[in-house]
């Protein structure tokens, strides 16, 4: 069985939200995505499925602010971390689960199934 990764890039965004940096996996029955979410608690993470995005909201427990970045940027703050990831095949949403420990969000969400029996003339 072969396994797809795919890191995906973190970026900012300038109305006060940071991509966090991510990866995509392909695990045969399911896709895997891993968030690296630092000075983020738990109870600050959202996660909202549909059938083939995973969407992430989470607020930072403390803003993050770079002051003289780059030569026409003086200032930057950030707030929250917001990603939303298109996923390569549909998803089971209700069989979704979520863990995160240490600053990592790791999203298990089994691929969609489905069964059609085919009647044979």
């Not at 072969?2 to 966090?20: H, Q, V």
């Not at 995973?54 to 930072?60: D, F, G, P, R, T």
């Not at 993050?64 to 996923?87: A, D, M, N, P």
Request: charged share 30%; net charge neutral; aromatic share 6%.
């Amino acid at each position: 069985m072969s396994i797809e990764r795919r890191i995906i890039k973190a970026t900012w965004g300038y109305n006060g939200d940071l991509e966090p940096l991510s990866e995509l996996e392909d695990l045969g029955d399911a896709i895997l995505v891993t968030f690296d979410l630092p000075r983020v608690k738990k109870e600050d993470v959202e996660i909202n499925l549909t059938e083939d995005t995973v969407e992430l909201k989470a607020k930072l427990s403390e803003s993050v602010c770079w002051e003289k970045w780059g030569s026409i940027q003086k200032r930057l703050t950030f707030q929250t971390f917001q990603k939303q990831i298109r996923l390569p095949v549909h998803i089971n949403q209700k069989e979704a689960s979520a863990s995160f420990k240490n600053g990592i969000l790791r999203v298990v969400m089994p691929k969609l199934r489905e069964k059609v029996l085919i009647h044979i003339e």
